[in-house]
């Protein structure tokens, strides 16, 4: 059985991060979403029964955009779990899935969308997808992003990012790695072309400049598997990090459960390793 959360703090986890199948994991304890489905949904539950967290607590999935690399599992995951699945009008029509009619939710962009306990904020970003969105997620006065696949940082997602506790925020490329590697030019036109994605050192900017003072975990997401290195782009962050701790969110693997807690309930409570309360905390 779950235990509620405390008050004032969220967890988190990514399931997968990068061209290969892209799911993260945002829960208080009692109730989770799931942002993007691009794992099977095998996959999906052998990754969530490693961290020992239960789909039974996913209330729904909240799609971004129609490519491939965040929808794989949605059919079968929605079916089997009787869950309901948030997209744009476009984004559902152009990605060709067949989630049962009765569980397709739409949203638009700034609009805010309760689901038991959780606040989901969808915002438009730059990418080449017909309908792209990035998602915000609030709850228990914690702020969660979760900002990927994205071309160019804009105002709205500087605004938001400003607001988080921690972000899953993408560093998709480095830009000498891409340009002196293999893919052709009409590639890497596309990659770093401003609906693409995120360079490290675009994504660095956006954290060394906007940083909020109260963010204590920064995920570095869809880091490319030909165009980057982890290690390098760690180094970079943590340079400039201060106390917000750097994790990796790895294409081909789960990162750990992540407790995120608001700046009042984190005094006393200095444990950076989320796996310890685990099992009490999930495991049913």
């Known amino acids: 059985m779950l235990v509620s959360l405390p008050?004032?703090?969220?967890?988190?986890?990514?399931?997968?991060?990068?061209?290969?199948?892209?799911?993260?994991?945002?829960?208080?304890?009692?109730?989770?979403?799931?942002?993007?489905a691009g794992l099977s949904c095998r996959e999906t539950e052998r990754r969530m029964a490693k961290l020992k967290l239960s789909?039974?607590?996913?209330?729904?999935?909240?799609?971004?955009?129609?490519?491939?690399?965040?929808?794989?599992?949605?059919?079968?995951?929605?079916?089997?779990?009787?869950?309901?699945v948030?997209?744009?009008?476009?984004?559902?029509?152009?990605?060709?899935?067949?989630?049962?009619?009765?569980?397709?939710?739409?949203?638009?962009?700034e609009e805010r969308i309760s689901v038991n306990g959780l606040d989901i904020t969808a915002f438009a970003k730059h990418h080449d997808a017909r309908d792209p969105h990035s998602f915000t997620?609030?709850?228990?006065?914690?702020?969660?992003?979760?900002?990927?696949d994205i071309g160019n940082v804009c105002d709205n997602l500087t605004m938001h990012f400003k607001r988080c506790h921690a972000a899953f925020l993408e560093a998709n490329y480095d830009a000498s790695m891409l340009e002196s590697g293999r893919y052709p030019i009409h590639l890497k036109q596309r990659i770093r072309g401003g609906k693409g994605h995120l360079s490290n050192d675009e994504a660095?900017?956006?954290?060394?400049?906007?940083?909020?003072?109260?963010?204590?975990?920064?995920?570095?997401?869809h880091l490319s598997k030909d165009n980057n290195n982890p290690d390098l782009v760690a180094?970079?962050?943590?340079?400039?990090?201060?106390?917000?701790?750097?994790?990796?969110?790895?294409?081909?693997?789960?990162?750990?459960?992540?407790?995120?807690?608001?700046?009042?309930?984190?005094?006393?409570?200095?444990?950076?390793?989320?796996?310890?309360?685990?099992a009490s905390l999930f495991g049913h």
């Open 235 to 278: 180094r970079m962050f943590n340079e400039h990090a201060g106390d917000t701790q750097v994790i990796i969110a790895s294409r081909y693997n789960e990162t750990g459960v992540y407790h995120i807690q608001h700046p009042s309930a984190r005094k006393g409570n200095t444990t950076t390793n989320p796996y310890g309360a685990q």
């Open 204 to 221: 660095l900017e956006l954290f060394r400049t906007h940083k909020p003072g109260h963010m204590s975990h920064i995920f570095l997401s």
């Open 7 to 36: 008050v004032m703090s969220l967890y988190v986890a990514s399931l997968n991060s990068g061209s290969n199948g892209n799911c993260y994991y945002v829960g208080n304890g009692n109730d989770a979403v799931l942002v993007d």
């Open 55 to 84: 789909m039974k607590t996913v209330s729904a999935i909240f799609i971004s955009h129609e490519h491939g690399d965040h929808i794989k599992g949605v059919n079968v995951l929605s079916k089997k779990y009787n869950l309901p």
């Open 86 to 109: 948030y997209f744009t009008e476009n984004t559902f029509r152009f990605s060709r899935l067949s989630v049962e009619k009765s569980l397709v939710r739409t949203f638009t962009a």
């Open 137 to 148: 997620i609030e709850g228990n006065d914690v702020t969660i992003g979760v900002y990927t």
